[in-house]
Structure formats: structure tokens, C-alpha cells
């Protein structure tokens, strides 16, 4: 974990799916957060685990020296109380690190079997007597995402200087969202899913509809309103890495970033560039210019436009998307599946399913144990042949440093502009 003079900075990372996973821990990430069933903000937004894979999870991560964060996050109704019970005592059970969670019910139940926990983005907390409240319970709070950093840096003040404990006895910690898809609603509490599809973004069902275009019309004179955009309630992601200096400065020690839903290359991206920014930070490094190339590197990766500052800075909410989905600056093009990989003379054999594959041309490869692993071959061969251009069909081998699996999904990486 990086720090400096005893001083340390989480690096959180998204894990929807196992790949995720693996591509958040090689990538440098402090710690790991994630679900299972449907009792978490991202039960219909991603592949999500299985109870069953929660030992698996905390074995592979301890190893890797990766804390473990599991999301009970969701509102709870009197028959969730029982399967939240469970999935927590499970987690305990497993060597889970800690439970990430929003409603009371789960707060005490985790709280009361002596596992550690850390307050949810969903209870919005705004001022330091609520940072007292909760230090009752849990040793890390996650404050508002609207909170402007002069508060944030009063609220890590307080806590110092007031010594505000959780139940380990040591200083509680401050999380902040640093990076990726915002929510129209305060701290993400929104009603207009449930209310237009019966579907509860509370309770991790969001259909995102506030991400479609839309016409405002007056219904008593019919007149539609001329909108520069009409994407008018599906914000620009978020984006500190330009800033992270000043968001570092404010005390907070934990970054979580957002993307549970994202594609393990996503996960691979934002996990590696802010490792790089929050080291370059302790290391008197951080300059503008880098924040300038990081954000480049982010652009790679999916993104509906950057919101640079945020309300971190004290803007207001206005930086639309302009569009529905992706403004990356890449796109990656399905190729084909790993068919072997032979150990001794890393060699990658790949059956090309679909499109054709130039010598040259950047790979992906990704897989739920592989995770991420990009490779531009110098060579390629066919029927044992050098060739500098394969298609549909053929059986082609190169060069692959790192292990990769039977049945790894290999994709082109090409930039958009060359279209």
C-alpha cells in the first residue's frame, strides 16, 4: 500500500466477475470490493459472486495481501433480515476483511458478531457528529459524494484532533469516490427507477433509465423546451486523477473507485493509474502533466466524458454526457478463444471465431483466472509460418510472457480515430 512517513492511501477497486478480480490485484489495488446475490446496490448491474465463492475470494486476496470488502448495502425489508444474516456470517466465516454496508439492520448485525465494517456512500454522511455516531460501529465511513473538499478536510481534521476511535481503537478512516459513473440522485439514493419500472435502484435494481435522452414539454400549454442537450439527467463520470493531490491533502485514506458493472480491461486501467497518481503523490512527484497523461490513459477505457473537479471543487452538477453509453477512445474487437498455451515456450495458440488480425496489431486477453494481459506480438505464426496477417478461422500461435488459459477470450484493441 502506498505511504509515507507512516501514512497510507487505499487503493479500493470494483470487482464484478472473477476476471475483475484478478485484474484489480495484479493491477496494484490496496483492497477489493464486491457482492453476492441480491443484496447489494450492484445486483442487476453485474455479474456479481455467489456465497459459495467468498472463501475462494478471501483466500486469493490474502494471499496477494488484498483486503476484501463485501457489499450488504441495499435497503432491507423484514424477509431480507434472514439471508442478510446469513451471507454476513458467511463472510465472516470465510476471512472476508470487512462489510460495506447502508441499512441500520446490517450495521448492528455486523457489528454485533465482531466483524469489521465500513458505512455506505447511502447514509450520506455531511458533518463530523455523524462520523461520531457511526464510529460506534465501524472503523471506515464513506462521506456524501456532494461534500466539497474544504469539508471533507474539516471532517479529517475533526477526527484527528477530537482522536474519533472505531471499534478496533484506531483513528476511523475516510473514503471518498475518486473515480467513475455518477448518480443524478444524492449519494445515489434515487427513486425514479421503482417509480417508473417498479424496479428499485435501492435496492440494486437500477434500470437506468435516467440515463436516456429526453424532451421537457409544458403539460398545460404542449410547449417543448429547447435543451442544448438532451441527455439531461445522466451526468459525466467522475474524474480526480488531474486533482488528486488536492484531494489527498484534504486527509482522506481510502479511493474508491467506481465499476462493478465495468469490463475486467476498465478495472485493469483505473486500478493501475491512480496506483501510479496516489504513489507519485507520497512520492513529491504529482505534476500537471502527468494528471493530463493519466487522464488520456483513462479515456482508453469506458467513460461517459469526464466531470474534472467535480463537487470536490465546489461545482454544481451540470457536466452532461451528450450521449447514451461510451465515449472511449478505443474499442476492442472480439478475435477469438485461446486454444492452448504451452508452459515451457510461452506460446499462445488462438482459434480466430470472427474478424482478422494484423501483425502489429495490440491484444487482449482476458479470463476469469488470466484477469487482464495486454501483448502486441512480434511475430505471428500459421501452420508454423511467419505471417503478418491471419483471418476468420485460422489457427495462429505467438508469444505471451505471461500464462494465459483454454478458452481466454482474445480481443484487438484499436483507436477510434482510425476508423
Not at 483492497?31 to 448491474?45: C, D, P, T
Amino acid at each position: 500500500m502506498p505511504s509515507l512517513n507512516g501514512r497510507m492511501i487505499e487503493i479500493m477497486s470494483p470487482a464484478g466477475s472473477w476476471a475483475a478480480l484478478r485484474a484489480a490485484v495484479n493491477a496494484g489495488a490496496n483492497s477489493v470490493y464486491f457482492g453476492v446475490g441480491q443484496l447489494n446496490m450492484r445486483a442487476k448491474g453485474a455479474v456479481n459472486f455467489d456465497i459459495k465463492d467468498l472463501e475462494e475470494i478471501a483466500s486469493y486476496c490474502t494471499k496477494n495481501d488484498v483486503k476484501t470488502y463485501l457489499t450488504v448495502n441495499t435497503i432491507l425489508y423484514n424477509h431480507d433480515i434472514t439471508l442478510m444474516k446469513q451471507v454476513i456470517d458467511e463472510a465472516k466465516r470465510a476471512g472476508i476483511t470487512a462489510i460495506i454496508a447502508s441499512d441500520l439492520s446490517a450495521i448492528q448485525y455486523t457489528h454485533s458478531i465482531g466483524m469489521e465494517l465500513h458505512i455506505s456512500t447511502q447514509c450520506n454522511i455531511s458533518n463530523i457528529e455523524a462520523v461520531k455516531f457511526f464510529a460506534n460501529f465501524a472503523d471506515v465511513v464513506v462521506l456524501a459524494r456532494e461534500l466539497p473538499l474544504q469539508q471533507i478536510a474539516d471532517i479529517c481534521t475533526a477526527i484527528k484532533e477530537e482522536n474519533i476511535t472505531g471499534p478496533s481503537g484506531k483513528l476511523v478512516q475516510v473514503e471518498v469516490f475518486a473515480h467513475g459513473a455518477l448518480c443524478v440522485a444524492i449519494s445515489g439514493k434515487c427513486y425514479m427507477s421503482i417509480a417508473t419500472e417498479n424496479s428499485s435502484a435501492n435496492r440494486g435494481a437500477c434500470r437506468q433509465n435516467c440515463r436516456h435522452s429526453y424532451k421537457v414539454i409544458d403539460q398545460e400549454t404542449g410547449d417543448e423546451l429547447v435543451l442544448e442537450n438532451e441527455y439531461i439527467m445522466s451526468p459525466k463520470d467522475l474524474c480526480t486523477v488531474t486533482f488528486l493531490d488536492k484531494i489527498l491533502d484534504s486527509g482522506v485514506s481510502v479511493l474508491k473507485l467506481e465499476g462493478r458493472g465495468r469490463p475486467a480491461e476498465y478495472v485493469d486501467t483505473v486500478t493501475r493509474v491512480y496506483r501510479e497518481a496516489a504513489e507519485a503523490y507520497l512520492a513529491g512527484e504529482f505534476t500537471k502533466e502527468k494528471g493530463q497523461a493519466w487522464t488520456t490513459e483513462l479515456e482508453t477505457v469506458f467513460n461517459r466524458g469526464f466531470w474534472q473537479g467535480g463537487y470536490y471543487l465546489g461545482k454544481k452538477l451540470g457536466e452532461w454526457s451528450g450521449v447514451y453509453g461510451s465515449k472511449t477512445t478505443t474499442k476492442k474487437i472480439l478475435l477469438g478463444r485461446i486454444s492452448h498455451y504451452f508452459v515451457k515456450a510461452q506460446v499462445a495458440e488462438c482459434t480466430i471465431e470472427t474478424n482478422e488480425v494484423d501483425l502489429g496489431d495490440k491484444l487482449l486477453i482476458t479470463g476469469p483466472t488470466t484477469g487482464v494481459l495486454y501483448v502486441t506480438p512480434e511475430e505471428i505464426r500459421l501452420d508454423d509460418t511467419a505471417v503478418k496477417h491471419a483471418k476468420k478461422e485460422d489457427v495462429i500461435s505467438f508469444v505471451v510472457p505471461e500464462r494465459v488459459r483454454k478458452t481466454d477470450k482474445v480481443y484487438i484493441i484499436k483507436n477510434k480515430e482510425d476508423d
